[in-house]
């Protein structure tokens, strides 16, 4: 009985969408910013501000889109559902006004491209172990 | 209307000029990553298969129905090719192909960004111009099959491409406010001191949640066609057989999305003060097949014989069209249905239904040149990769003093491929 409640509860902890708090924004070491509100941080990844402050280029990284992670933060960066998401890129895209960003299927890949770019800006799961080459900014609404 | 359109441009020009003036430059100096710098090739493939029952047709005086046999469009494509240089220069290359046997260019230009608010874009493009223009290759993004009636390429309001395009953008608190300047050669042979100029200056809510804004175009002077009569419709918005025309075009448009459900309207007016050429409209009488209303309007004594001194040459017309659409997404297990449903309005008095002769069989169809169009469809997207369209038309119109109407069917598939 133990292991069938046991199961239960891990498959309802998967099924369970990831949610606010469960992500942490993460830009490159070397970068000033220390916080950004949720309208900068969706800005920064629809490439709608290309620069940051120090006038280095936004090297925004998505995660893939069938990550858990992907979903909690367009849900809650962009407030907007996936699938507007995917067509603001397709028409970015066919008008050659821009491409969406990179996308990555793990956290670490993350970390490593961030790390690798100056003007790197990505999100990881909460929790996760973060090298001295990148470090968190706080969100604020 | 030359008038209001010379007070916007001189509004969109002096908002360019305080861009060049007053903007910093963004990322003076700053290089790309090799990542950044990395070629981007994607595009979409597509087939189509549309049939038409029961189109009226006036024979010897009397209407006559006939079906077309349905029609495959093989494959054709777009693919687009995209890459930044640096953080202010880029290219941009739209390789368009039919039936896998022709290429064209349909676009290529590059873009130097001195700021947000000022961008430099050369080369043949695709103007900003109302909801569709810059998208009208992506058939797979919009929820419909067919393009607005302003743009099918029977009966063009504009030439889709412009050669010079300053634009930009300013970020406020609840949206972006962006504006675009065009110039370029015009329609066809145009006098010496014409310069024409199009505008676009449009408000996006945040995330896109709505889209507002006005267009215009004007040709600056008199102009004429890139079109012969016989040469079939012409690319842009002056008819084959007008020795010259001086038009001017305003319209206006929204898109809004509340939730799944997402609305469009546009409305267009292009104003044409015209000159028909003699031999062209002489051409047209005795071979394009017209219309009685239509000889009626080419010729000063209609029943008389075609002669140059017959013909009526001074003209003035509106041509105009609205439309509205609507679309509803829904997503299931198994990917997004989007029902949709689209009314179309196009009136062109002076425009003839042989498209060889550069008319449209569609506005040239009608003893007045206008029709409706209700469209009722269905788009299905099992992946956001992957749409499959399916819709129903019915055009209506008058023909020889009656109500006539008839209807369409079209399946499309699409699938766009690359990041």
Known sequence: MRRVCIAWMVTFLICLPVSAGDFLVIVNAGNGVTSLSHRDVSKLFLKKQTTWPSGVVVSPVDQVESAAIRVAFTDQIHKRPLTVLQKYWLKQAFSGTSVKPDEKSSDSDVINYVAENKGGIGYVSAGTELPDTVKVVTLSD | ?419
Not at chain 2, 384 to 405: C, M, Q, W
Request: hydrophobic share 35%; glycine share 10%; charged share 25%.
């Open chain 2, 1 to 419: 209307m030359a008038c209001y359109m010379r007070w916007i441009v001189a509004v969109v020009a002096l908002f360019a000029a305080t861009g060049l003036l007053l903007g910093k430059d963004g990322g003076v100096g700053e290089t790309l990553s090799e990542l950044q710098k990395k070629l981007h090739i994607y595009g979409y493939f597509s087939t189509r298969y549309e049939k038409v029952w029961d189109e009226p047709e006036l024979v010897d005086g009397l209407i006559q129905e006939s079906s077309a046999p349905g029609e495959f469009t093989f494959p054709f494509f777009s693919l687009m090719l995209q890459q930044q240089f640096s953080h202010k220069f880029k290219v941009f290359i739209n390789i368009h192909g039919d039936d896998f046997e022709s290429l064209d260019i349909a676009n290529g230009w590059g873009e130097y960004s001195r700021n947000r608010m000022v961008n430099i874009r050369v080369g043949k493009i695709y103007r900003t111009f109302g909801l569709y223009n810059e998208l009208l290759d992506a058939v797979p993004v919009y929820f419909g099959i067919e393009p607005p009636e302003l743009f099918d390429g029977d009966h063009l309001l504009i030439s889709r491409t412009t050669n010079l395009m300053f634009w930009g953008s300013l970020e406020r608190e609840n949206g972006t406010l962006r504006y675009s300047l065009t110039l370029d050669d015009g329609e066809g042979d145009r006098d010496d001191d014409t310069v024409p100029i199009g505008f676009d200056v449009r408000y996006t809510f945040n995330f896109d949640s709505q889209v507002i804004g006005i267009s215009g175009y004007t040709s600056g002077g008199e102009t004429a066609g890139d079109r012969g009569v016989g040469e079939g419709s012409p690319d842009g918005g002056v008819l084959p057989w007008m020795a010259a025309d001086e038009f001017h075009i305003l319209g206006a448009f929204w898109e809004g999305t509340f939730n799944n459900l997402t609305l469009q309207a546009e409305y267009w007016r292009a104003s044409h003060d015209a000159v028909r050429d003699v031999d062209a409209v002489l051409t047209l009488v005795q071979d394009a097949g017209l219309l009685p209303s239509q000889r009626e309007r080419f010729l000063l004594f209609p029943n008389a014989p075609a002669a140059p001194a017959n013909v009526r040459t001074e003209t003035d017309f509106d041509v105009k069209t609205w439309y509205i659409r609507a679309g509803y997404s829904h997503l299931t297990q198994i990917g997004e249905w989007v029902p949709y449903l689209q009314w179309d309005w196009y009136s062109n008095p002076e425009t003839i239904k042989n498209k060889t002769y550069g008319g449209d069989n569609e506005a040239g169809a009608a003893d007045d040149g206008e029709f409706t169009k209700g469209t009722v469809g269905l788009a299905y997207r099992p992946n956001p990769s992957t749409a499959i369209k399916v819709d129903f038309s019915a055009h209506r119109y008058t023909l020889n003093g009656k109500e006539v109407d008839y209807p369409e069917v079209r399946v499309d598939c699409s699938f766009i491929f690359g990041k």
